[in-house]
């Protein structure tokens, strides 16, 4: 994942939204990221910081919500959490089936 083509495209999304809100500025920006989404939230936090500057979202604020990654066993049809994902059940050795973890959209912009 590369963040600053992230970066800009959230940057892009804010500014539609703005400009079809006759909107002057925009004060936050909401992201829903999954941990298996594969972003560094600090690396994308800098590159939107640089990138917004001079533009109607240069007091935006980033708000992350991180999702958990969640898996289910196609054997025994437990949902687990995991730090890591992994292929298979840590108490049968079925098979993991993700439910969660790698959602990466914006979920509102907010305008003034
Ligand atoms: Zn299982």
């Not at 925009?26 to 992201?31: A, M, N, P, Q, R």
């Not at 800098?46 to 935006?60: G, I």
């Amino acid at each position: 994942m590369h963040e600053a083509t992230l970066a800009e495209n959230i940057l892009n999304i804010a500014l539609d939204a703005a400009e079809k809100n006759h909107a002057e500025k925009i004060s936050k920006i909401g992201l829903t990221l999954g941990e298996m989404a594969g972003v560094e939230v600090e690396a994308l936090t800098l590159s939107f910081d640089v990138l917004k500057k001079n533009t109607p979202a240069d007091a935006a604020e980033l708000l992350i919500k991180r999702v958990p990654i969640k898996a289910t066993c196609n054997k025994c049809g437990k949902t687990f959490q995991l730090e890591h994902y992994n292929f298979f059940c840590p108490q049968c050795d079925g098979i993991l089936i993700l439910r969660s973890g790698r959602e990466l959209l914006v979920d509102f912009v907010d305008c003034e």
